[in-house]
T-cell receptor, first 114, second 114 residues
Framework: GQQLNQSPQSMFIQEGEDVSMNCTSSSIFNTWLWYKQDPGEGPVLLIALYKAGELTSNGRLTAQFGITRKDSFLNISASIPSDVGIYFCAGQAVPTSGTYKYIFGTGTRLKVLA | GAGVSQSPRYKVTKRGQDVALRCDPISGHVSLYWYRQALGQGPEFLTYFNYEAQQDKSGLPNDRFSAERPEGSISTLTIQRTEQRDSAMYRC????????????FGQGTRLTVV
């Protein structure tokens, strides 16, 4: 099935460091969602973005809707051990074909070293 | 309900049997999505409903897979004549509307075909 490209695929960082990851698409999207998934759990919604250029924060997390509408970025500041997990982006395309499905990224696996 | 509820949480079935997976969305959410997720991968779109109407079923792998949402609330994903390759985590998500809306996931159903 179709998936968005996320980068990096995985990363190890030291506690207290900032983290950046991104998601790219070949299509224009009008909504971006960012999720975190812990082992054995379902994806948990972190941030929703609805407008090109929009910058939205949720605690130490900040996400941006790229101005080209083909990418999005997630930053985590001052990482802590509980930030470990897999982060997924999801995009919803302009519904020219009548579908409002969300397409997910391949995921960025984050490991935080104490 | 308070969150998206899926049942059963785990299902083990013999190859060739039919299975039905249930999703109860968040109360008031009119859009409902079904995804399949392989271990370590992002959710892969299967189908989605707006109210009782199945708007997009382009992600269903073959005609053994079907879904319904007859009253616009609870949905059932049915897999007929299961095969081992159908083994996966099946996830349901709901949103308050189909465009520019946050989608919330349930805990999923782990299907194992033996």
């Amino acid at each position: 099935g179709q998936q968005l490209n996320q980068s990096p695929q995985s990363m190890f960082i030291q506690e207290g460091e900032d983290v950046s990851m991104n998601c790219t698409s070949s299509s224009i999207f009008n909504t971006w969602l960012w999720y975190k998934q812990d082992p054995g759990e379902g994806p948990v919604l972190l941030i929703a973005l609805y407008k090109a250029g929009e910058l939205t924060s949720n605690g130490r997390l900040t996400a941006q809707f790229g101005i080209t509408r083909k990418d999005s970025f997630l930053n985590i500041s001052a990482s802590i051990p509980s930030d470990v997990g897999i982060y997924f982006c999801a995009g919803q395309a302009v519904p020219t074909s009548g579908t409002y499905k969300y397409i997910f990224g391949t995921g960025t696996r984050l490991k935080v070293l104490a | 309900g308070a969150g998206v509820s899926q049942s059963p949480r785990y299902k083990v079935t013999k190859r060739g049997q039919d299975v039905a997976l249930r999703c109860d969305p968040i109360s008031g959410h009119v859009s409902l999505y079904w995804y399949r997720q392989a271990l370590g991968q992002g959710p892969e779109f299967l189908t989605y409903f707006n109210y009782e109407a199945q708007q997009d079923k382009s992600g269903l792998p073959n005609d053994r897979f079907s879904a319904e949402r007859p009253e616009g609330s609870i949905s059932t994903l049915t897999i007929q004549r299961t095969e081992q390759r159908d083994s996966a985590m099946y996830r349901c998500a709901s949103s308050i509307g189909q465009g520019k809306a946050e989608a919330f996931f349930g805990q999923g159903t782990r299907l194992t075909v033996v």
